[in-house]
C-alpha cells in the first residue's frame, strides 16, 4: 500500500488532535452537565438529559468515529502500523475498548433514562432503575476519562520503545 508522505501526515495529526478534543471534550462536558443537574426537579433533570445526548449524539460519537478512522488510517497508510510498536497497539486496544464501552454502556444507559425521563415523567426521579442506571453511566464516563488520559500519557511519553543498541567501540 502506498504510504503517506510528510505533509499528508502533518494534516493527519491536525485531524488526529481535532477529532481526540471532539471526544474528550464532549465526554467531559457531559460530566460538567451532571455534576449541576438538580435530580429532584423534572424539568432540569429532563433538559440536563436531553442536552447529554445532544452532545454524545453530535460531538462526542463524531469525534469517536473520526478518531477511529483516523487511527485505521494511522494503521494502513504509515509507517507506524497496528503493532510495530507496542504503545501503539497498546493505544489502539484502549481506544477499542473505550469505544466499546462508550457504545454498549455509555450510550445504552443515557438512552434507558431518557426513556424513563419521557414515559414516566417525575416518577422517573423516585425509579430505582433510573438511580442505577445513572450511577451505572456516571461510572462507565469516568472509566473512559482514566482510559483516555492514559492514552494521552501513552502517546506523550511513547514507552516501550525498542532499546537501540549501542555501536560497539573499537
Do not use: C
Amino acid at each position: 500500500m502506498k504510504k503517506i508522505g510528510p505533509k499528508g501526515m502533518k494534516w493527519l495529526k491536525i485531524i488526529h488532535v481535532f477529532l481526540v478534543v471532539l471526544f474528550f471534550g464532549g465526554i467531559l462536558s457531559s460530566v460538567a452537565l451532571t455534576f449541576h443537574i438538580d435530580f429532584s426537579n423534572y424539568d432540569e433533570s429532563y433538559l440536563g438529559y436531553k442536552s447529554i445526548v445532544v452532545i454524545s449524539d453530535n460531538i462526542v460519537r463524531w469525534g469517536a468515529i473520526g478518531t477511529l478512522i483516523v487511527g485505521l488510517i494511522y494503521g494502513f497508510f504509515t509507517n507506524w502500523g497496528f503493532f510495530k510498536h507496542r504503545w501503539v497497539g497498546v493505544k489502539f486496544v484502549l481506544y477499542i475498548i473505550q469505544t466499546i464501552v462508550g457504545i454498549f454502556v455509555v450510550d445504552k444507559l443515557m438512552l434507558a433514562n431518557m426513556e424513563l425521563l419521557e414515559t414516566q415523567k417525575e416518577m422517573a426521579l423516585i425509579n430505582p432503575i433510573f438511580a442505577r442506571n445513572h450511577v451505572l453511566r456516571d461510572n462507565a464516563v469516568y472509566f473512559q476519562i482514566i482510559v483516555t488520559i492514559f492514552i494521552f500519557i501513552i502517546s506523550y511519553l511513547k514507552p516501550w520503545k525498542k532499546r537501540k543498541v549501542p555501536a560497539k567501540q573499537n
